[in-house]
């Protein structure tokens, strides 16, 4: 196709409608994540992003790291694009403890845009060291018993029950 365009072997007139332009890709093209906006109210948005968070297992020893994958899957056959409160687009917490952290993470300022192509699937994976950070090099062994993982997307579009999911695990 390239060797066409380049051979001058198409005439090219931006006067005759049945011949090809030079920025006829320019005004064919859309920009997903504006029709995103401008055509899929926010309860279709949040909808339309499917929340899953599983680990290898139910249970573990204690000290052994817990391995959780994070699975965010657009259900639409269009492109989704949902606004996050800041340049990261989605967390893990255990017990409500944001990426096993004592204290909140620091976090730029400054909105961004999760977006997903028609029908996409993005899977993350992390690992909990069953273990509390308290500072940059420390960190608290958790004792033994039942803990909820949760995964979320950072957002504050409502609905945000809609835009997480939750399991458990069990440390013995």
């Known amino acids: 196709m390239r060797r066409i365009y380049e051979s001058n072997a198409l005439s090219r007139d931006d006067d005759d409608p049945f011949s090809p332009r030079d920025n006829d890709d320019e005004k064919r093209s859309i920009n997903p994540v ?12 949040r909808r339309a992003v499917d929340v899953s968070v599983t680990t290898d297992r139910d249970e573990y ?7 959780l994958r994070a699975t965010f899957r657009n259900r639409l056959p269009i492109p989704v694009s949902i606004p996050v409160a800041s340049p990261v ?10 990426s096993a952290q ?4 620091d976090e730029p300022d400054g909105g961004s845009l999760f977006t997903f192509a028609r029908s996409e699937r ?11 950070r308290v500072d940059d090099r420390h960190w608290d062994p958790v004792d033994s018993g039942d803990y909820e993982i949760t995964v979320s997307i950072n957002t504050a579009i409502g609905g ?6 939750a399991t ?5």
């Open 122 to 132: 993005k899977v993350f994976t992390r690992t909990w060291p069953q273990s509390w």
């Open 89 to 98: 687009p989605w967390h893990w917490a255990v017990d409500g403890k944001v």
């Open 160 to 165: 945000e029950r809609l835009l997480t999911d």
């Open 168 to 172: 458990r695990v069990t440390i013995r």
């Open 61 to 67: 020893a204690p000290g052994e790291p817990v391995a």
């Open 34 to 45: 504006a029709a995103s906006h401008a055509l899929l109210p926010k309860a279709v948005r």
């Open 102 to 105: 004592l204290t909140p993470p």
